[in-house]
Nanobody, 124 residues
Framework: QVRLVESGGGLVQAGGSLRLSCAAS????????MGWFRQAPGKERDLVAA????????SYTDSVKGRFTISRDNAKNTVWLQMNSLKPEDTAVYYC?????????????????WGQGTQVTVSS
């Protein structure tokens, strides 16, 4: 069992920045690839960014490339999502999730464990 707790969400003006954190506990953090998903009202929960267990491989959805950065520190059992140049369309609940490292971390189906989510609201 892996427990994930997100923090760092809030209200920010367009063009601003936020840094989301996800603290993990339970099983060995380095055995999991990690992802950040987001879900806006009435929409599907989509993958925003993912990082391999080692941190050597990262992937981003096209709409956030160049603006968001995912990182992790296995010694601190933490993954972050740095979000810059935020836009109103980034408004959503953001979820941290963990996938066993043997699976395809680009697939939502690979993720076994989820946090409770943190709200990000970007005003225009």
């Amino acid at each position: 069992q892996v427990r994930l707790v997100e923090s760092g969400g809030g209200l920010v003006q367009a063009g601003g920045s936020l840094r989301l954190s996800c603290a993990a506990s339970g099983h060995t953090f380095s055995h999991y690839d990690m992802g950040w998903f987001r879900q806006a009202p009435g929409k599907e929960r989509d993958l925003v960014a993912a990082i391999s267990w080692s941190g050597n491989s990262r992937s981003y959805t096209d709409s956030v490339k160049g603006r968001f950065t995912i990182s992790r520190d296995n010694a601190k059992n933490t993954v972050w999502l740095q979000m810059n140049s935020l836009k109103p369309e980034d408004t959503a609940v953001y979820y941290c999730a963990a996938a066993p490292s043997a699976l395809n971390y680009l697939s939502r189906a690979a993720y076994d464990y989820w946090g409770q989510g943190t709200q990000v609201t970007v005003s225009s």
